[in-house]
Nanobody, 124 residues
Framework: QLQASGGGLVQAGGSLRLSCAAS????????MAWFRQAPEREREFVAG????????SYADSVKGRFAISRNNAPNTVYLQMNSLKPEDTAVYYC???????????????????WGQGTEVTVSS
């Protein structure tokens, strides 16, 4: 089970930190990622991280502003979002896939487990 939290309303230029707590999973066996979905748009990859945290990947739209990290004890993945823009407004989902890989997975269809989503609204 994945439980996402940390969303909210923030002004443009502000910051938020999302958290995703995993339970019932051997966490270090899972590649993790954040996706987002804005109204009337498809779900898109935001950031991903490998099992041990040594490799990360970002969508071009968030590079240099967002940072993904994980703590395998206590089974949590984070998304630090800085310099937020109105176009970052979306519901953010964490995802997990049981796989050992050196590189993050960027395709939504490859993830088996999804959190419930946490809403981020950035006002201009």
């Amino acid at each position: 089970q994945l439980q996402a939290s940390g969303g909210g309303l923030v002004q443009a230029g502000g910051s938020l930190r999302l958290s995703c707590a995993a339970s019932g999973l051997p966490f270090s066996s899972y590649v993790m990622a954040w996706f987002r979905q804005a109204p009337e748009r498809e779900r898109e990859f935001v950031a991903g991280i490998s099992n041990g945290g040594g490799s990360t990947s970002y969508a071009d739209s968030v590079k240099g502003r967002f940072a993904i990290s994980r703590n395998n004890a206590p089974n949590t993945v984070y998304l630090q979002m800085n310099s937020l823009k109105p176009e970052d407004t979306a519901v953010y989902y964490c995802a997990a896939e049981r796989r050992f890989t050196m590189a993050p997975i960027t395709r939504a269809g490859e993830y088996d487990y999804w959190g419930q989503g946490t809403e981020v609204t950035v006002s201009s």
